[in-house]
């Protein structure tokens, strides 16, 4: 067993020495060996890869090296001198050169065109000019003279031969035309016979007619002009029509109101005087009776009440004892509950004595023997029915024992015909 590890050993060394293991004059282990068989093994790829550098390496020197042989010869071409060593400013130095030549030799070709064309256009102006100046000389050698200006005097002369000569002709026709004659010969013969003056004087009686007319015409075209316009302004439509239509709706509505109108106001007239003469008729007896009761309730101090007229109504005029007057509206608070309840008296004894008393309620909770009456009894009361002089006693017992309540509603006031309600209880 020894002598088989001896000779392996032995082996082993020898195997070493026999390649790159064996440089170092040591004998590597087994685990050093495998190791570095291992890293051999992933070495392949790696030296492939640097190979692959190695060679892309050396083709882009190959090329630097190409285009640098390439740009100093495009910069020795085009007389550029390179002032360093940098082949990168020189290659911009050329790219700006050939940038700079192809704009020079773009406008260069613009300029050989323009000049092509303007060269055309000379040929044919001098072809134009050869053919005005012959056309001058022609007509120089007609006019015979020596400038275009005097040809274009004579040119003026031509134009205003020939208008006259125009207006020669139109002048010929029209006399020819005027006196119904074939030749102009004809009418000379004919105006020889005339006489100047008497023509001269019809010529000048014609011209002052014919400025009349001409006024005349001026005249009735302006109202031929404003009519126009004024059909225009109407249209063509049937405005003409809902105009008309509305006309006549206006005055069927015009008449219809003037009509309720005219009934109104008759009503009103006659609902005055039928007013006017019931007022009339019954004022007398219902004054008396209300001055009567206005008396006696304001205990003698207004004698009194009269009415007056003002502005289309009448305003009621308390006359006191002592001769003065007052209108309704000047009277004190009290004084007016006095004189509207007077009125109330006077005005249902008239209603009482015209028609059927009114019932009186016996389901009140105020009892007349339970209030004291008034220190004076009312003589004219004495004449009325029973149940009107229950009523008024039971208005005149609220009176004296709940002036409070009064004072708690609304104030009326007495003017103009109109007497406020009475507040209920």
Known sequence: MRATECAWSAAWRQACAACWLGENESQPTIATVRETLEALAELGPELERMAGLTDRISKMERDQIQFRAETETLAAAMGLTPETS????????????????????????????????????????????????????????????????????????????????????????????AIALETFEEAEAILDTLDRAALEAELSERKSHSDNEDERTRDLF?????????????????????????????????????????????????????LQVYRDRHRSSMMARASEAFSLISRGAYAELVTHPSNGSELLIAKAADGSSKIASELSKGTRFQLYLALRVAGYHE???????????????????????????????????????????????????????????????????????????
């Open 222 to 274: 302006t109202a031929k002009t404003k009519a126009d316009d004024r059909i225009a302004a109407v249209g063509g439509d049937a405005a003409v029509a809902l105009i008309d239509a509305t006309r006549r709706t206006v005055l069927l509505t015009i008449e219809d109101r003037a009509r309720a109108y005219l009934r109104l106001k008759l009503g009103t007239a006659a609902a005055e005087s039928a």
């Open 86 to 177: 940098d082949v990168l400013a020189l290659c911009h130095a050329v790219v700006s050169g050939i940038a700079d030549a192809t704009k020079t030799l773009e406008r260069r070709q613009d300029a050989e065109a323009a000049l092509l064309a303007e060269r055309d256009e000379a040929c044919e102006l001098a072809g134009q000019l050869a053919q005005v100046q012959a056309q001058a000389k022609r007509m120089m050698d007609v006019f015979k003279v020596d400038s275009l200006t005097e040809v274009d005097m004579c040119l003026r002369h031509v134009a205003r031969r020939s208008e006259l000569m125009a207006r020669l002709t139109e002048a010929r026709d029209e006399m020819l035309k």
């Open 351 to 425: 209603f009482a004595r015209s028609h059927t008393p009114a019932p009186s309620s016996r389901t009140t909770s105020w009892r007349p023997s339970t209030i004291s009456a008034p220190r004076r009894p009312s003589g004219c009361c004495l004449e009325w029915p029973r149940k009107v002089r229950s009523y008024i006693s039971l208005i005149i017992a609220i009176s004296v024992r709940l002036p409070g309540l009064w004072r708690r509603r609304r104030s009326f006031t007495i003017s103009d015909r109109r007497y406020a309600s009475l507040p209920k209880a």
